[in-house]
């Protein structure tokens, strides 16, 4: 699969993911506090969580960006490749926070959030190195042969 089929696949992952954490947060804004450490404190949360729908459509999107990373990986993309680019998952949440839930977003996580994709452009810059250098050596190969004859 092409570096850039894997990262379509990734980017559509990455959304869900953020839609994801934004269900799961209203779904415990609704739930509430844990009061307690206790036994029933405890399984009070646990039920009002999964009878709340937020959550339930939190953990919906979130196993469907779990389903994503299993394409990614099952089509041979290298963990070194694909999980580092995971990190852009938190440049999409924390869009998603500021615009959707309206939270306060510093300049320090903005420039925590730069450094991100700056890594993540990295990373993807030297998977399209050798993506390229494997190509050359097929192409010069056929030329050498082609010469031959």
């Not at 450490?37 to 729908?53: A, D, F, H, M, Y």
């Not at 995971?86 to 999409?92: D, N, P, S």
């Not at 998603?96 to 839930?101: D, G, P, Q, R, T």
């Amino acid at each position: 699969m092409s570096v850039t089929k894997l990262i379509f696949i990734l980017l559509i992952g990455l959304t869900l993911e953020a839609v994801g954490v934004v269900y799961l947060n209203k779904g415990l804004k609704q739930v509430g506090d844990v009061e307690k450490i206790s036994v029933q404190e405890v399984l009070r949360v646990i039920k009002r969580g999964i009878t709340n729908g937020n959550i339930i459509l939190g953990v919906f999107f979130e196993a469907l960006f779990f389903g994503c990373l299993l394409v990614l990986m099952s089509k041979g993309g290298d963990v070194s490749f694909i999980w580092p680019l995971t990190a852009l998952g938190f440049v999409f949440t924390t869009i998603a926070a500021k615009f959707v839930l309206g939270e306060h977003v510093s300049p320090l996580r903005w420039g925590g959030v730069c450094l991100i994709v700056i890594g993540a452009g990295l990373i993807t810059y030297s998977e399209k190195l050798q993506e390229s250098k494997k190509q050359q050596p097929a192409s010069s190969a056929t030329s050498t042969s082609s010469g031959q004859q």
